[in-house]
């Protein structure tokens, strides 16, 4: 039995949920996303809460009822209030730079890396070394940083590229120079 699946989602004052065939639609003040539901979970939506059941007793049921019920929760919470994630890039001649609907970032590499930012999201760039993204789908806004993350991942020798904020970061000690057994 899920405990995530179980629970009832309460539908938050200014959130609009539709469920039109296999399609469940959420809109709210951040926008408006929608979800594929699978075909074993059943979705009963009355006036101010919905509830996630599932249609046969089997292991997959099991995963997909839990499933289901987070990710109709986490719409509802980025319909509402949105998602945001914060990104560092650390290291001497980092840098970043907003060109449109492009990100352009000075690496360390031959050449500037230019990202461009997918629909629905949006990004700042607050000081000089922290991006911000944010948006209303999760999956969207944590794929987006992660890839960013990705250009260049934090080493541990000196601490350089992006972190997310608050990240800790364990440093290795490196070779010392003139070391005799």
Do not use: C
Not at 125 to 132: A, D, G, H
Not at 140 to 155: C, P, T, Y
């Amino acid at each position: 039995m899920s405990k995530i699946g179980k629970k009832t989602i309460i539908i938050p004052q200014g959130i609009e949920v539709k469920l039109e065939k296999e399609k469940l639609f959420v809109k709210g003040p951040k926008g408006t996303l929608e979800l594929e539901v699978n075909q074993q979970a059943k979705i009963d939506i009355s006036e101010n809460e919905i509830n996630v059941s599932k249609i046969r007793n089997t292991k997959e049921a099991n995963a997909i009822w839990g499933l289901t019920r987070a990710l109709i929760s986490n719409m509802i919470v980025g319909a509402k209030d949105g998602y945001e994630k914060k990104l560092e890039l650390q290291g001497v001649g980092f840098r970043m730079s907003l060109q449109g609907k492009k990100i352009v970032m000075a690496l360390g590499f031959s050449h500037p890396v230019e990202v461009e930012i997918p629909e629905g999201l949006t990004v700042k760039l607050e000081e000089n070394n922290v991006i911000s993204i944010s948006g209303a789908d999760k999956q969207k806004v944590g794929q987006f940083s992660a890839n960013i993350r990705a250009l260049k991942k934090v080493e541990p020798y000196k601490g350089k590229g992006f972190r997310y904020q608050g990240e800790k970061v364990r440093r290795k000690v490196g070779k010392k120079a003139g070391a005799v057994k």
